[in-house]
């Protein structure tokens, strides 16, 4: 398990150990998009600005990596993952 916090409202969501970042996320935003769900299509990318990411995908590049997410596969490496959301 793991948090999310969303910088810009301060709001905070707990993702469980079963579920998806994706899934955590779309509780508090339901607007927030995806397609795919499988790390393949880069819809639900979204800038972290501060917490470990555990990539989980092949998608994003290099340059990418050290400060997005693919919540839909992606999880944390333990503490909580602030969003630029
Ligand atoms: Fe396609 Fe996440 S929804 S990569």
New binding site residues.
Partial sequence: EFELVLARSGETVRVGATETA?AALRRIRPDAV????????????TRVLAGEIDHR?R?LTPGERPDHL????SRSTGGALTLDL
């Fill in positions: 994706l995806y397609s795919c769900r499988q790390g393949f299509c880069g819809t639900c990318k995908d998608l693919l919540t839909c596969v």
